[in-house]
C-alpha cells in the first residue's frame, strides 16, 4: 500500500533553515508527480510546492517563491523541501501527497514552527 512518511519539522527561528523530506513507498515513485502542503490551525491545507516525475518542473505557491525549494530522489524514493528565509506565517503542518489512480495520498505530516 501507498506510503507517505514525512520527517524534519522542527521549531526554528524566523530567517532559519529547516529541509523535509518524505519517503515513498507501495508505488513506483519514479512516474508521479510529488508535492508537498500545508496546513496552519484554522486555515485549509494548502499546496506549497509540486515537482514532475523527473524534477525537471516545479512549481510553487506565490508566498513561498524563492524561499523553498522543492527536489527528488528517485533512487532513494524520497522528495525534499529546502525551506529557507522562514517566517512565522509559514508555521503549519507539512504533508506530502501523491495522486495515484485518481486517489490523493497523505502523509502523517510534519510539524513546523517558527518563532522567536
Known amino acids: 500500500q501507498v506510503q507517505l512518511v514525512e520527517s524534519g519539522g522542527a521549531v526554528v527561528q524566523p530567517g532559519g533553515s529547516l529541509r523535509l523530506s518524505c519517503a515513498a513507498s507501495g508505488f513506483i515513485f519514479s512516474l508521479h508527480t510529488m508535492s508537498w502542503h500545508r496546513q496552519a490551525p484554522g486555515n485549509e491545507r494548502e499546496l506549497v510546492a509540486s515537482?514532475?516525475?523527473?524534477?525537471?518542473?516545479?512549481n510553487y505557491a506565490d508566498s513561498v517563491k524563492g524561499r523553498f525549494t522543492i527536489s527528488r530522489d528517485n533512487a532513494k524514493n524520497t522528495v525534499y523541501l529546502q525551506m529557507n528565509s522562514l517566517k512565522p506565517e509559514d508555521t503549519a503542518v507539512y504533508y506530502c501527497s501523491v495522486l495515484r489512480r485518481g486517489i490523493r495520498y497523505w502523509g502523517q505530516g510534519t510539524q513546523v514552527t517558527v518563532s522567536s
Open positions: 515537482i514532475n516525475t523527473v524534477g525537471s518542473t516545479t
